[in-house]
């Protein structure tokens, strides 16, 4: 079982930049796809990255492409989210989630880091 802990929250401005990270530990994750999520209030939680084992292999979602970049280091079991051109609509719970392969669901999560994109 892997245990996820996300970091790199927090309050930046209209057009701002952020880094998200998110540690894995228990398991070494180079073994399970994994994504980014985002939940804001009284919202559904959405999907905002995922990346292929190797790291060979990314999606986004459609508003978040060319502002979000999502990499990981197998090395160092951590994944991240670079986000460029942060707006108001961005402002919510980020999760880090994770899934073995033969899963079309993510199997583990961590309990996010607050994002809010204000002036």
């Known amino acids: 079982q892997v245990q996820l802990v996300e970091s790199g929250g927090g309050l930046v401005q209209p057009g701002g930049s952020l880094r998200l990270s998110c540690a894995a530990s228990?398991?070494?994750?180079?073994?399970?796809?994994l994504g980014w999520f985002r939940q804001a209030p009284e919202k559904e939680r959405e999907f905002v990255a995922a990346i292929s084992q190797a790291g060979s292999t990314t999606t986004y979602a459609d508003s978040m492409k060319g502002r979000f970049t999502i990499s990981r280091d197998n090395a160092n079991n951590t994944m991240y989210l670079q986000m460029h051109d942060l707006k108001p609509e961005d402002t919510a719970v980020y999760l880090c989630?994770?899934?073995?392969?033969?899963?079309?669901?993510?199997?583990?999560w961590g309990q996010g880091t607050q994002v809010t994109v204000s002036s």
């Open positions: 989630a994770a899934r073995v392969a033969c899963s079309a669901s993510y199997n583990y």
């Open positions: 228990g398991r070494t994750i180079s073994s399970y796809h």
